[in-house]
């Protein structure tokens, strides 16, 4: 089990760019990916990206060239850069550690991104 700790989300004009963090805690070493999904309101989650512990990287085509996830293996920390931003990014983000059993999945607790004018 690992506890993850979104932070970053906040308010962000059209265009704009904003980072996203999520530090996990606990048994660490069981991680072999890092995910980050979003909720729209109304809608269903959506993965954006993911990374495996070997720096595979993989994107949704609905953020692709805009965002970018990296990690801090040292601090256990996985970010999300996001650049361009637009109406339609405007979400709830959640950090998430798959597991081999989806039930068992981890998640962080979510940070609101909102892009507005």
């Known amino acids: 089990q690992v506890t993850l700790v979104e932070s970053g989300g906040g308010l962000v004009q059209p265009g704009g760019s904003l980072r996203l963090s999520c530090a996990g805690f606990?048994?660490?070493?069981?991680?072999?990916?890092m995910s980050w999904y979003r909720q729209a309101p109304g809608k269903g989650r959506e993965l954006l990206a993911d990374?495996?512990?070997?720096?595979?990287?993989d994107y949704s085509d609905s953020v692709k060239g805009r965002f970018t996830i990296s990690r801090d293996f040292a601090k256990n920390i996985v970010y999300l850069q996001m650049s361009s931003l637009k109406l339609e990014d405007t979400a709830v983000y959640y950090c998430?550690?798959?597991?081999?059993?989806?039930?068992?999945?981890?998640w962080g607790q979510g940070t609101q991104l909102t892009v507005s004018s």
């Open positions: 998430h550690v798959p597991r081999p059993y989806p039930e068992y999945d981890d």
């Open positions: 606990g048994n660490i070493r069981s991680i072999t990916s």
């Open positions: 990374m495996t512990n070997g720096g595979r990287t």
